[in-house]
């Protein structure tokens, strides 16, 4: 059995009167992240760890943002083609373990919904997926709501 790690980090602005999409749930807030899909920042943050521990590059090159079929897109189907592409390599993701940095809405209790959601398109068990939050003590851009951040590092295996 082959197994490797990868690492992921996103960050995303947040502005007044957009929707705000994280873990792949809608969560009401005043601000919402900016970018081009639906700037899920903790997917986006995912994928990346799971492009990398399967040495595919990143978010970036399989979907890149100068694409329009990419424009305002779910992030959760960008997750799903992410699987995808790690099962025709073999692959089998073991856990993701994430950490989402924000100062204002508060997460904690959207946690378990997102888990749901995202170990359902990752075909994991809820288990293998751990979400933190935490604010920054209102420090740096985070700090001050104007963005996002999210950190994730996983592990996936070869037979």
Known sequence: MKIRVGFGFDVHQLKEGSEFWLGGIKIPHTKGAVGHSDADVLIHT???????????RDIGFHFPPSDNQYKGIDSKILLSDVIRLLEEKGFQIGNVDATIALQEPKINPYI??????????MKIDEEDVSIKATTTEKLGFEGREEGVSAYAVVLIQKQ
């Not at 378990?112 to 398109?121: F, T």
């Open 46 to 56: 995912i994928c990346d760890a799971l492009l990398g521990a399967a040495n595919m």
């Open 112 to 121: 378990p919904e997102m888990k749901k959601v995202l170990s359902s398109i």
